[in-house]
Nanobody
Framework: QVQLAESGGGSVQAGGSLRLSCAAS????????LGWFRQAPGKGREFVAA????????YYPDSVNNRFTISRDNAKNTVYLQLNSLKPEDTALYYC?????????????????WGQGTQVTVSS
């Protein structure tokens, strides 16, 4: 079992930045693919970023590319999501997720473990 705990959410104005953290316990993230997803009220869960443990590849959708950056610290068993140039449409509950496979990391259904989420609110 893997437990994931997100932190770092908050309220910022448009153009601001936040850094989200996700601390893992129960298993090393060294051999885990890690993802971030978000869900806004009334909408489905949306892929935000992924870090694959083989080869160090990272993936982003166009909506956040060049604004968000996923990184990991294997020694601290923690994954981060740096959010820059935030927009009101980035407002959502942000979740981190983990899985051992490397199959399509953009799909939420491929992840086995989820955190409880941290709220990000961006005002205009």
């Amino acid at each position: 079992q893997v437990q994931l705990a997100e932190s770092g959410g908050g309220s910022v104005q448009a153009g601001g930045s936040l850094r989200l953290s996700c601390a893992a316990s129960g298993r090393t993230i060294r051999t885990s693919t890690l993802g971030w997803f978000r869900q806004a009220p009334g909408k489905g869960r949306e892929f935000v970023a992924a870090s694959v443990w083989t080869g160090g590849s990272t993936y982003y959708p166009d909506s956040v590319n060049n604004r968000f950056t996923i990184s990991r610290d294997n020694a601290k068993n923690t994954v981060y999501l740096q959010l820059n140039s935030l927009k009101p449409e980035d407002t959502a509950l942000y979740y981190c997720a983990a899985k051992s496979s490397i199959i399509d990391s953009r799909l939420s259904e491929n992840y086995n473990y989820w955190g409880q989420g941290t709220q990000v609110t961006v005002s205009s």
